[in-house]
């Protein structure tokens, strides 16, 4: 039972990428999914949730710019990032929670499962 991400890259500032985060080995549709991020020397944050009612949420940094999607059928979440920066440059990884998006004030041992990341890198 896992996640696995992929999509991640080395793009140009104002450039766009768009992740993927598949589940493999359970269903997910009875799960919300998280992007979380964490950048060299600062603690993993929230990026975007997904709600199994297809509602979102979006940290300050991100909002206008990434937006979060889900295709059940695939048992797949995107990410789609857009007008990137290099305060953006992160390992990106998905981790799922029981239906709804509780905002990022759980501890990381509370969410079911996580995917071992991807690489985004922001730079000219």
């Known amino acids: 039972v896992q996640f696995v991400e992929s999509g991640g890259g080395l793009v140009q500032p104002g450039g766009s990428l768009r992740l993927s985060c598949v589940a493999s080995?359970?269903?997910?549709?009875?799960?919300?999914i998280n992007w979380f991020r964490q950048a060299p020397g600062k603690e993993r944050e929230g990026v975007s949730c997904?709600?199994?009612?297809?509602?979102?949420k979006y940290a300050d940094s991100v909002k206008g710019r990434f937006t979060i999607s889900r295709d059940n059928a695939k048992s797949t979440v995107y990410l789609q990032m857009n007008s990137l920066n290099p305060e953006d440059t992160a390992v990106y990884y998905c981790?799922?929670?029981?239906?709804?998006?509780?905002?990022?004030?759980?501890?990381?041992?509370?969410?079911?499962?996580w995917g071992q990341g991807t690489q985004v890198t922001v730079s000219s």
């Open positions: 981790a799922s929670e029981f239906l709804r998006c509780t905002g990022w004030i759980k501890g990381e041992d509370d969410y079911d499962y």
């Open positions: 080995g359970f269903t997910p549709d009875n799960y919300a």
């Open positions: 997904i709600s199994t009612d297809g509602s979102t």
